[in-house]
């Protein structure tokens, strides 16, 4: 060690005592992360409550983690969760398991899956890291109705794809906004 080496390494610390601080103050102060961060999972739903998800296992197959389960059901005219034929019986995703990738929301048919921004997904045992469909499901936003219950808003499911939209407007969803971002919105 040279005779200046100590002050050179003072300097070092002298100069830090200068610079912009970089320690997150987490978890007293969240960080907002960027608007299309991949974060936990959301099932959505239609502008009547119905559930999006048809069951179709797309988003499971996708998935290079093998991270998604997904056991559809037959909607019936007692007990119909989704409009059309399918819904989404028993759906789960293991958070130990999963990249984060998005690849299950580019696959999904209906934008019945979207990733939301929470990222406060850990925990101290694996079995809670499994989200089942009731911690998935977005929730029930004013004028949506808990499922089962009778299609509200068409006669068939193209009425509720071909003019969500306009279904999503007459329901006071204000414009600009999607189902989607209020439910998500709804969640926080
Ligand atoms: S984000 Fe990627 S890894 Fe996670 S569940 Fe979706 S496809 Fe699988
Ligand atoms: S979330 Fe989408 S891709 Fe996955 S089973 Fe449901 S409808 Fe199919």
């Given at each position: 060690?040279?005779?200046?080496?100590?002050?050179?390494?003072?300097?070092?610390?002298?100069?830090?005592?200068?610079?912009?601080?970089?320690?997150?103050?987490?978890?007293?102060?969240?960080?907002i992360?960027?608007?299309?961060?991949?974060?936990r999972?959301?099932?959505?739903?239609?502008?009547?409550?119905?559930?999006?998800?048809?069951?179709?296992?797309?988003?499971?197959?996708?998935?290079?983690?093998?991270?998604?389960?997904?056991?559809?059901?037959?909607?019936?005219?007692?007990?119909?969760?989704?409009?059309?034929?399918?819904?989404?019986?028993?759906?789960?995703?293991?958070?130990?398991?999963?990249?984060?990738?998005?690849?299950?929301?580019?696959?999904?048919?209906?934008r019945?899956?979207?990733?939301?921004?929470?990222?406060?997904?850990?925990?101290?045992?694996?079995?809670?890291?499994?989200?089942?469909?009731?911690?998935?499901?977005?929730?029930?936003?004013?004028?949506?109705?808990?499922?089962?219950?009778?299609?509200?808003?068409g006669?068939?499911?193209?009425?509720?794809?071909?003019?969500?939209?306009?279904?999503?407007?007459?329901?006071?969803?204000?414009?600009g906004?999607?189902?989607?971002?209020?439910?998500?919105?709804?969640?926080?």
């Amino acid at each position: 060690m040279g005779t200046f080496d100590p002050i050179k390494g003072f300097g070092v610390t002298f100069a830090t005592m200068f610079k912009k601080v970089v320690t997150e103050e987490y978890p007293e102060v969240k960080k907002i992360p960027a608007p299309r961060f991949h974060g936990r999972h959301q099932l959505n739903r239609h502008p009547d409550g119905l559930e999006k998800c048809v069951g179709c296992e797309l988003c499971a197959w996708a998935c290079p983690a093998d991270a998604i389960f997904v056991e559809g059901g037959d909607n019936t005219d007692e007990a119909r969760y989704s409009p059309g034929e399918r819904y989404g019986k028993d759906y789960q995703i293991n958070y130990l398991r999963c990249i984060g990738c998005g690849l299950c929301i580019e696959a999904c048919p209906t934008r019945a899956l979207t990733m939301t921004n929470e990222y406060e997904t850990a925990d101290d045992n694996r079995q809670d890291l499994i989200y089942t469909k009731e911690d998935l499901l977005a929730p029930l936003l004013p004028g949506m109705e808990a499922p089962p219950h009778p299609m509200r808003l068409g006669a068939d499911e193209q009425d509720y794809y071909v003019r969500g939209p306009e279904l999503a407007r007459g329901r006071g969803v204000p414009e600009g906004e999607t189902v989607e971002s209020g439910q998500e919105e709804a969640r926080r």
